[in-house]
């Protein structure tokens, strides 16, 4: 085979030549011929999301009223475009927000049941937590019975628990 075929034959492969030819670095198969290689599609992105880890204003176990929460979570599959937040399980009292990867919401005042495990100077606040997105692309058995109907598939609902401490007193500031 002639020189000139054999570097042409090896370029259109993505060999790389010997060194003797004094060619290129190794190209990647379709450059020479301008393609590009597709994007790899994240098979994730085909499952409705999942909230995988949820945990309030980073594990600790108090926060002061009236102070912003932050909610910590972990999401696989779909990316998340809203989220919605409440005291209530059902999300009633919810609007969607826009997705943000580090939320913080803060409560509204008398949210919370005092006493219990938060003892008599705190109050115990459950919170609800749960994302959507969008379902364009999900085959339709992956949906898992998750749509809403309006072009969203929602994820599941996870909940936490964070003491908020009413009153001042030892170890309250």
Request: no cysteine; proline share 17%.
């Given at each position: 085979m002639h020189a000139t075929a054999a570097l042409a034959l090896a370029l259109v492969a993505g060999l790389h030549p010997p060194a003797?030819?004094?060619?290129?670095?190794?190209?990647?198969?379709?450059?020479?011929?301008?393609?590009?290689?597709?994007?790899?599609?994240?098979?994730?992105?085909?499952?409705?999301?999942?909230?995988?880890?949820?945990?309030?204003?980073?594990?600790?176990?108090?926060?002061?009223?009236?102070?912003?929460?932050?909610?910590?979570?972990?999401?696989?599959?779909?990316?998340?475009?809203?989220?919605?937040?409440?005291?209530?399980?059902?999300?009633?009292?919810?609007?969607?927000?826009?997705?943000?990867?580090?939320?913080r919401w803060t409560p509204a005042p008398g949210g919370y049941a005092p006493g219990g495990s938060c003892g008599a100077r705190g109050a115990r606040l459950v919170v609800y937590f749960q994302v959507r997105a969008e379902a364009t692309g999900i085959p339709e058995p992956r949906l898992q019975g998750r749509g809403d109907g309006a072009g969203h598939v929602l994820s599941n609902v996870v909940s936490g628990v964070i003491c908020v401490l009413l009153a001042e007193g030892p170890g309250v500031p």
């Open positions: 003797r030819w004094g060619g290129p670095e190794p190209l990647a198969l379709g450059t020479l011929a301008g393609l590009h290689p597709p994007a790899v599609r994240d098979p994730g992105q085909d499952a409705p999301p999942a909230i995988t880890s949820f945990r309030m204003q980073g594990g600790a176990p108090t926060v002061l009223p009236g102070a912003p929460i932050s909610l910590d979570h972990t999401v696989a599959g779909r990316t998340p475009t809203a989220y919605r937040v409440s005291t209530l399980p059902d999300f009633r009292d919810a609007s969607w927000l826009p997705y943000e990867r580090s939320p």
